[in-house]
């Protein structure tokens, strides 16, 4: 058998080199026994492309069906590394575990500019920037998440009920709060008046807020005034839930600030002699109240 240097020139049996690129056409024709070497080293048959000890993947139906069940997008099975973006997903799906490190107080691993681990806390949620315990302390230089609001002075509906929905707020900036009235039509208070001289009134003859109460006293002595979660104007001895004390021919303001008071039921005003339950007077009141 032929002889094959280490330099990969081929040879005859006679030691004589021959000229063409694998020995087939060359000074020791008559000798050369049909071996010559391969361009990855090996040593093949004459006409082979590959020898023994090497595989061709693309004659290789396993490694074949391997690469495409992992990488190629028309293979994608439960097996393979590549998923479809709406692809539902399945018991038995595979891919590649995206790892994360765990630090339970936030730390660098990498110098500025380089390619950096993901970090998780004791939960395994990723850490993000801006995110502080409820309770931890304020340490300046801390970073937070800027919250956006929506412009709504007109205090538009922005969302169904039970949807989530932005936090509304004036053109300042001022966020708006649940049952704070405002010049808008659909939240201005609404007004119950006095047109003759009266002893009690129903203000509102259901569930709402009182804000304000003005009541002029014309009687030559003093009196008191009674509020009643009620829609009617109750009987006499009844306990009022608010009392006020109102001197003879006085003005009484009764202020409820912004947030009002709430008449889970109705609202009622009554005079009355007594301070402790409700003795109707006489029509000798003028009453002016704002509510919601």
């Given at each position: 058998m ?9 040879w ?7 000229t063409?690129?694998?020995g087939?056409d060359g ?13 990855d ?9 590959d ?8 004659a290789?139906a ?6 495409k ?9 439960a ?7 709406d692809a539902a ?5 595979a891919?590649?575990?995206?790892l ?6 936030p ?21 993000v ?14 970073y ?9 002075t ?6 169904a009920?039970?949807?989530y929905?932005?936090l509304a707020?004036?053109?300042a900036?001022?966020q708006f709060h649940?049952?704070v009235?405002?010049a808008n ?11 003759a001289?009266?002893?009690s009134?129903?203000i509102k003859?259901?569930a709402?807020k009182l804000?304000k109460?003005r009541?002029?006293?014309?009687l030559g002595?003093a009196?008191?005034?009674?509020l ?7 009987a006499?001895a009844t306990v009022?839930?608010?009392v006020g004390y109102?001197?003879a021919?006085?003005?009484l303001?009764m ?7 709430l008449?889970?039921?109705?609202i009622?005003?009554?005079?009355s002699s007594?301070p ?10 003028l009453f ?5």
């Amino acid at each position: 058998m032929g002889t094959q240097q280490s330099d990969g020139l081929n040879w005859d049996i006679d030691g004589k080199f021959t000229t063409g690129e694998y020995g087939d056409d060359g000074d020791g024709n008559d000798k050369w026994v049909l071996w010559i070497r391969a361009a990855d080293g090996g040593v093949v048959p004459l006409g082979a492309i590959d020898d023994a000890a090497e595989v061709n993947p693309a004659a290789s139906a396993t490694v074949v069906a391997l690469l495409k069940g992992l990488l190629s997008k028309n293979s994608i099975t439960a097996l393979g590394l590549l998923k479809a973006e709406d692809a539902a997903a399945a018991s038995g799906d595979a891919g590649v575990m995206m790892l994360a490190i765990r630090r339970d107080t936030p730390t660098s691993d990498a110098a500025l500019g380089d390619y950096h681990a993901l970090h998780v806390d004791a939960l395994g949620r990723l850490r993000v920037v801006g995110t502080h315990p409820e309770d931890g302390v304020h340490t300046s230089g801390d970073y937070g998440n800027f919250v956006l609001g929506v412009g709504n002075t007109g205090r538009t509906a922005l969302a169904a009920n039970g949807d989530y929905t932005p936090l509304a707020t004036g053109l300042a900036g001022e966020q708006f709060h649940a049952m704070v009235p405002e010049a808008n039509s659909s939240w201005a208070l609404s007004n119950s008046d006095s047109t003759a001289l009266e002893a009690s009134r129903v203000i509102k003859s259901s569930a709402g807020k009182l804000y304000k109460l003005r009541i002029v006293n014309t009687l030559g002595s003093a009196q008191y005034v009674h509020l009643f979660n009620s829609t009617t104007v109750p009987a006499d001895a009844t306990v009022p839930i608010v009392v006020g004390y109102v001197a003879a021919g006085a003005v009484l303001e009764m202020d409820f600030t912004q947030y009002g008071r709430l008449f889970s039921t109705g609202i009622a005003v009554s005079n009355s002699s007594t301070p402790a339950a409700k003795t109707i007077g006489a029509a000798d009141c003028l009453f002016s109240a704002q509510y919601l």
